[in-house]
């Protein structure tokens, strides 16, 4: 599945928040949990404290009674002496003991095999059996910590009855073998309803009373009484508080569920609430992304378009963010471009026009090359040779200086254009000068831009010579110095003044078409040669004037082709 | 990357999730003290009981207070103490009823750590901690000299085999040698230390002495029955008593005591808890902490009143 950014960014923005809420929600549970725990524990820890000190002071009441019983000489001088007579004195006395929360005090005397019971519903001499005996002896052999009392079913009564209990012996008049015992029994089930029932009993826990040695004495369950106390499993919370005279354990078990259920409640409506809200919150999440992402949108659509080929549109410049200047970029890019085609087209079309306007060039001098072809020959026939001659020369000097203005020629072939067109001048200004040509025959193969000597020879007729004296002379020579070539044209007119030269020299026009070929001529040869490439003008007044060309020998037209 | 993000918060969520749960077990488990004092008879033992449970408290040990029926029933408290030994406490602290029979502490003056609270026995050099009971009786004997120029002195004692009353009897026939002028014409011992037995005392004393001028008795309950007693008489002797208890200082505000030297019981029961924990923390502490011991009279016996029953807690008598 493809997701656009901004499903991306919502949801991010969600995946986060949940993650946020889920974890602090779990945090918030895990804290609370231990803290309810804690309280709950020390809650229990200190009822159980309480449960502990009722139990410590039945406990020590009970073991009260059986020392005082026990140290009290007359009881035991009763003992000691203890015949049928002294029965019911003896039996009363023992009842007298029996108060708050002893149930009964038992007198066990094993020389004469009976027991003696003070209970609330009887005071009576019963004989013992052998397992009578034996359980009593037990019994009476107490604990190995002599402040703990023994935890008992009482064997010499019908209904088994569960009692704790603590034993004293009677000794003889010498203090040396026993003769009784006086054993003071607490009764479980009032234990119970004094001490777990009215304070150890918590609804959401299960309390009960241990032995030193683990057995439940206690308990609301009396099926388990007298059971080693099973070993805590599951999820529970023990809580164990030991009496300290005593030293029975009073024990809480407790579901941690039922105590901490309710968070576990909370934390569930915590993850449900959490949900809802970013579902909730999607909608603000989903307007505020939309606006943040106009200008992205904006940009996307307008590259569609732009891609379409519309250079016209420009991105939306929505705001200075990096989403703003994205625009911008794009929008100059855009424009770049644009100028740049325009220049293309612009290009092309100036090319085309061009070429169509070379075209008609090309057509113009054709027809006129005809046209005085026809007169030439209609001279021929009517015996005008000189007029045929003339018309031959101009029509070669058309078509020298039509062709491609920019190319190179060969030195004879400059040369001989320069023929032609001093024969129309003279014939213009009937021979009142003479031009002499001196080339060397090894040069006039060089190659030359065109039309580079006429113009000096052009200037040398209009400026240099006087046309009214029939003595001019223009001398035209082609040097070879090494690598270098010279192109010389000396006249012997009048000169110039230093003024002149200047103004020549610098390319000044005297008038519209004076001075174009000079200055034309030196532009060409700085264009092709550079530095290489140079005119110069000599003069003095009265003595004539001289043109110097001088440029590298090339005997290859394409070397110096721009 | 998504994958991995999704991973690990599961993970996470995993973690968090089964941070709890299992069984948990706490059991409170205190060092345990045994206390064997002499009897519960009395206001005095009653404020060393209630001193020896609030320290409990503060300290964080667990106490058991035992005593036989009355202060002369060593038989019980010697089956008591036997029983208490046998029990292996962390510290055994005892108010002997007969400072001469002590022989059962024997098996325990090795293996457990022993103090006496309130009453020493010679036999076996154990911390002790109770008040300076010859002091009592020197300043019991200082007080009543101060009022009775001369003539005929009686003490009233608990009894002798205590350490505690055969003590304030010694500091106070030494000190009374320091005034010729007073008599010590007789002193007779109460078997019980008990109100009843004093009366008993008391009419002796008059029938015999009837010029007596002061009579010192060692313990509260005997200075309230000889209180009582001269009430009967109309006699007019200056009685001095021992213990802070607040029968006996109502009576002292009353003029019918001239002065009590005061033992606070609560002080003591406090002390006793505070060294024996002081002690099992390994700490060095003093072989005799000694209480502080002021003589109450007309004067202060409000001032000591309020304050006694402030620190025992209003309705607590």
Same mark, same amino acid.
């Given at each position: 599945?493809?997701?656009?950014?901004?499903?991306?960014?919502?949801?991010?923005?969600?995946?986060?928040?949940?993650?946020?809420?889920?974890?602090?929600?779990?945090?918030?549970?895990?804290?609370?949990?231990?803290?309810?725990?804690?309280?709950?524990?020390?809650?229990?820890?200190?009822?159980?404290?309480?449960?502990?000190?009722?139990?410590?002071?039945?406990?020590?009441?009970?073991?009260?009674?059986?020392?005082?019983?026990?140290?009290?000489?007359?009881?035991?001088?009763?003992?000691?002496?203890?015949?049928?007579?002294?029965?019911?004195?003896?039996?009363?006395?023992?009842?007298?003991?029996?108060?708050?929360?002893?149930?009964?005090?038992?007198?066990?005397?094993?020389?004469?095999?009976?027991?003696?019971?003070?209970?609330?519903?009887?005071?009576?001499?019963?004989?013992?059996?052998?397992?009578?005996?034996?359980?009593?002896?037990?019994?009476?052999?107490?604990?190995?910590?002599?402040?703990?009392?023994?935890?008992?079913?009482?064997?010499?009564?019908?209904?088994?009855?569960?009692?704790?209990?603590?034993?004293?012996?009677?000794?003889?008049?010498?203090?040396?073998?026993?003769?009784?015992?006086?054993?003071?029994?607490?009764?479980?089930?009032?234990?119970?309803?004094?001490?777990?029932?009215?304070?150890?009993?918590?609804?959401?826990?299960?309390?009960?009373?241990?032995?030193?040695?683990?057995?439940?004495?206690?308990?609301?369950?009396?099926?388990?009484?007298?059971?080693?106390?099973?070993?805590?499993?599951?999820?529970?919370?023990?809580?164990?508080?030991?009496?300290?005279?005593?030293?029975?354990?009073?024990?809480?078990?407790?579901?941690?569920?039922?105590?901490?259920?309710?968070?576990?409640?909370?934390?569930?409506?915590?993850?449900?609430?959490?949900?809802?809200?970013?579902?909730?919150?999607?909608?603000?999440?989903?307007?505020?992304? %939309?606006?943040?992402?106009?200008?992205?949108?904006?940009?996307?659509?307008?590259?569609?378009?732009?891609?379409?080929?519309?250079?016209?549109?420009?991105?939306?410049?929505?705001?200075?963010?990096?989403?703003? %200047?994205?625009?911008?970029?794009?929008?100059?890019?855009?424009?770049?471009?644009?100028?740049?085609?325009?220049?293309?087209?612009?290009?092309?079309?100036?090319?085309?026009?061009?070429?169509?306007?070379?075209?008609?060039?090309?057509?113009?001098?054709?027809?006129?090359?005809?046209?005085?072809?026809?007169?030439?020959?209609?001279?021929?026939?009517?015996?005008?040779?000189?007029?045929?001659?003339?018309?031959?020369?101009?029509?070669?000097?058309?078509?020298?200086?039509?062709?491609?203005?920019?190319?190179?020629?060969?030195?004879?072939?400059?040369?001989?254009?320069?023929?032609?067109?001093?024969?129309?001048?003279?014939?213009?200004?009937?021979?009142?000068?003479?031009?002499?040509?001196?080339?060397?025959?090894?040069?006039?193969?060089?190659?030359?831009?065109?039309?580079?000597?006429?113009?000096?020879?052009?200037?040398?007729?209009?400026?240099?010579?006087?046309?009214?004296?029939?003595?001019?002379?223009?001398?035209?020579?082609?040097?070879?110095?090494?690598?270098?070539?010279?192109?010389?044209?000396?006249?012997?007119?009048?000169?110039?003044?230093?003024?002149?030269?200047?103004?020549?020299?610098?390319?000044?026009?005297?008038?519209?078409?004076?001075?174009?070929?000079?200055?034309?001529?030196?532009?060409?040869?700085?264009?092709?040669?550079?530095?290489?490439?140079?005119?110069?003008?000599?003069?003095?007044?009265?003595?004539?004037?001289?043109?110097?060309?001088?440029?590298?020998?090339?005997?290859?037209?394409?070397?110096?082709?721009? | 990357?998504?994958?991995?993000?999704?991973?690990?918060?599961?993970?996470?969520?995993?973690?968090?999730?089964?941070?709890?749960?299992?069984?948990?077990?706490?059991?409170?488990?205190?060092?345990?003290?045994?206390?064997?004092?002499?009897?519960?008879?009395?206001?005095?033992?009653?404020?060393?009981?209630?001193?020896?449970?609030?320290?409990?408290?503060?300290?964080?040990?667990?106490?058991?207070?035992?005593?036989?029926?009355?202060?002369?029933?060593?038989?019980?408290?010697?089956?008591?103490?036997?029983?208490?030994?046998?029990?292996?406490?962390?510290?055994?602290?005892?108010?002997?009823?007969?400072?001469?029979?002590?022989?059962?502490?024997?098996?325990?003056?090795?293996?457990?750590?022993?103090?006496?609270?309130?009453? %020493?026995?010679?036999?076996?050099?154990?911390?002790?901690?109770?008040?300076?009971?010859?002091?009592?009786? %020197?300043?019991?004997?200082?007080?009543?000299?101060?009022?009775?120029?001369?003539?005929?002195?009686?003490?009233?004692?608990?009894?002798?085999?205590?350490?505690?009353?055969?003590?304030?009897?010694?500091?106070?026939?030494?000190?009374?040698?320091?005034?010729?002028?007073?008599?010590?014409?007789?002193?007779?011992?109460?078997?019980?230390?008990?109100?009843?037995?004093?009366?008993?005392?008391?009419?002796?004393?008059?029938?015999?002495?009837?010029?007596?001028?002061?009579?010192?008795?060692?313990?509260?309950?005997?200075?309230?029955?000889?209180?009582?007693?001269?009430?009967?008489?109309?006699?007019?002797?200056?009685?001095?008593?021992?213990?802070?208890?607040?029968?006996?200082?109502?009576?002292?505000?009353?003029?019918?005591?001239?002065?009590?030297?005061?033992?606070?019981?609560?002080?003591?029961?406090?002390?006793?808890?505070?060294?024996?924990?002081?002690?099992?923390?390994?700490?060095?502490?003093?072989?005799?902490?000694?209480?502080?011991?002021?003589?109450?009279?007309?004067?202060?016996?409000?001032?000591?009143?309020?304050?006694?029953?402030?620190?025992?807690?209003?309705?607590?008598?």
């Amino acid at each position: 599945m493809k997701l656009g950014l901004q499903e991306k960014i919502i949801g991010s923005i969600l995946l986060v928040s949940m993650v946020v809420s889920i974890v602090l929600s779990i945090v918030f549970y895990n804290n609370s949990v231990e803290v309810i725990e804690n309280n709950y524990v020390s809650s229990v820890t200190d009822n159980l404290t309480v449960c502990a000190g009722i139990f410590d002071d039945v406990m020590k009441e009970t073991y009260y009674t059986a020392v005082n019983a026990a140290s009290n000489a007359d009881l035991q001088q009763m003992v000691r002496e203890y015949d049928s007579r002294t029965q019911t004195t003896l039996l009363e006395r023992m009842n007298s003991y029996r108060s708050g929360n002893i149930e009964s005090v038992y007198c066990y005397l094993p020389g004469q095999k009976v027991i003696l019971k003070a209970t609330p519903s009887e005071m009576v001499e019963q004989e013992c059996s052998e397992t009578d005996m034996q359980w009593l002896s037990d019994v009476a052999r107490g604990q190995e910590n002599p402040l703990s009392p023994k935890y008992h079913t009482d064997q010499t009564e019908l209904v088994k009855k569960r009692s704790f209990t603590y034993t004293k012996p009677i000794y003889d008049e010498a203090g040396e073998s026993v003769v009784g015992y006086i054993m003071a029994n607490a009764d479980e089930r009032d234990i119970f309803f004094g001490c777990l029932q009215g304070y150890g009993n918590f609804s959401d826990g299960r309390s009960y009373i241990a032995t030193p040695d683990g057995r439940i004495a206690s308990s609301t369950n009396l099926k388990s009484l007298g059971q080693q106390a099973p070993a805590a499993e599951g999820d529970v919370i023990v809580t164990k508080v030991t009496a300290p005279l005593s030293r029975y354990t009073l024990v809480t078990v407790s579901d941690r569920s039922v105590i901490t259920g309710h968070i576990v409640e909370t934390r569930n409506r915590i993850f449900a609430l959490a949900l809802l809200f970013n579902l909730m919150a999607c909608i603000p999440i989903l307007i505020l992304v %939309r606006r943040m992402m106009r200008p992205v949108k904006n940009l996307e659509e307008v590259m569609v378009q732009v891609g379409q080929g519309d250079l016209t549109v420009r991105a939306q410049n929505y705001s200075e963010d990096e989403i703003g %200047r994205l625009s911008q970029g794009f929008n100059n890019m855009i424009q770049q471009v644009e100028d740049l085609i325009d220049a293309l087209v612009t290009e092309k079309l100036l090319k085309k026009e061009a070429e169509i306007e070379a075209l008609k060039y090309q057509i113009t001098p054709h027809f006129m090359y005809n046209t005085l072809n026809s007169i030439k020959y209609a001279a021929v026939l009517q015996n005008a040779d000189e007029i045929a001659e003339q018309l031959e020369a101009f029509i070669e000097l058309l078509q020298l200086s039509a062709s491609d203005r920019g190319s190179f020629i060969t030195v004879r072939q400059e040369i001989h254009m320069v023929h032609n067109y001093v024969k129309l001048q003279m014939f213009r200004y009937a021979n009142s000068f003479d031009v002499q040509f001196d080339v060397s025959p090894e040069i006039e193969d060089c190659y030359i831009p065109g039309l580079l000597i006429q113009p000096l020879v052009e200037n040398a007729i209009l400026h240099g010579i006087d046309l009214k004296r029939s003595d001019g002379v223009i001398t035209v020579r082609v040097l070879r110095d090494n690598k270098e070539l010279a192109i010389k044209v000396e006249d012997n007119g009048r000169g110039m003044t230093a003024e002149d030269l200047t103004r020549l020299m610098n390319g000044e026009r005297k008038s519209k078409f004076s001075g174009i070929g000079v200055r034309n001529v030196r532009e060409r040869l700085q264009l092709y040669y550079g530095k290489q490439g140079n005119l110069a003008f000599y003069s003095r007044e009265n003595h004539g004037t001289s043109a110097v060309i001088t440029m590298p020998v090339s005997y290859d037209a394409e070397e110096y082709t721009i | 990357m998504k994958r991995n993000v999704i991973t690990g918060l599961v993970l996470l969520l995993a973690c968090l999730l089964t941070g709890c749960g299992g069984t948990t077990e706490t059991t409170v488990e205190k060092p345990t003290l045994c206390v064997v004092l002499k009897a519960m008879d009395s206001v005095h033992w009653m404020s060393v009981q209630d001193g020896l449970e609030q320290a409990a408290q503060d300290y964080d040990v667990s106490v058991n207070i035992l005593w036989p029926s009355n202060e002369n029933d060593v038989d019980a408290q010697n089956t008591i103490l036997r029983d208490v030994i046998a029990s292996k406490p962390d510290a055994i602290a005892v108010s002997p009823c007969d400072s001469e029979q002590v022989d059962v502490l024997e098996q325990a003056k090795d293996t457990i750590p022993c103090f006496y609270i309130d009453t %020493r026995a010679e036999q076996f050099d154990f911390p002790y901690i109770g008040a300076d009971n010859e002091n009592i009786g %020197r300043l019991a004997a200082r007080t009543l000299a101060q009022e009775v120029e001369n003539g005929q002195i009686a003490v009233i004692m608990g009894n002798n085999r205590q350490s505690t009353h055969a003590e304030r009897l010694q500091g106070f026939t030494e000190e009374l040698k320091q005034y010729p002028a007073l008599e010590l014409c007789t002193v007779r011992e109460s078997e019980t230390s008990s109100y009843l037995e004093s009366m008993k005392c008391m009419k002796e004393i008059l029938q015999a002495y009837p010029e007596v001028k002061g009579v010192f008795c060692t313990s509260a309950l005997m200075v309230l029955g000889a209180m009582e007693e001269l009430d009967k008489a109309e006699a007019v002797v200056k009685l001095v008593g021992v213990d802070m208890q607040s029968d006996a200082m109502s009576g002292v505000e009353d003029g019918k005591i001239l002065a009590l030297v005061g033992q606070n019981g609560y002080e003591i029961g406090y002390q006793t808890i505070r060294t024996m924990v002081q002690y099992l923390q390994g700490k060095d502490i003093d072989h005799n902490v000694y209480v502080e011991t002021p003589v109450i009279t007309q004067e202060n016996a409000a001032e000591y009143l309020e304050k006694y029953l402030t620190e025992r807690g209003e309705g607590n008598d």
